[in-house]
């Protein structure tokens, strides 16, 4: 969990492209950028640095 809940909820609603990674919003079927259809979610944990 990061440090803000809100941000937290807004990062879980996001995919990121698997060929450019870009951030998408949630529902897109292709990449806004490169048209890819490879889209993952984006991670809802980021680790923190140890
Ligand atoms: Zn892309």
Known sequence: ???FPE???R???V???RKCK???TRGVE???KCG???LRPKRRE???KK
């Open 46 to 48: 980021i680790r923190a």
């Open 1 to 3: 969990m990061g440090k």
């Open 11 to 13: 990062i879980a609603q």
């Open 30 to 32: 292709k990449c806004r």
């Open 22 to 24: 870009t951030r998408n």
């Open 7 to 9: 941000a937290d909820a």
């Open 15 to 17: 995919n990121v492209c």
């Open 36 to 38: 890819s259809a490879y």
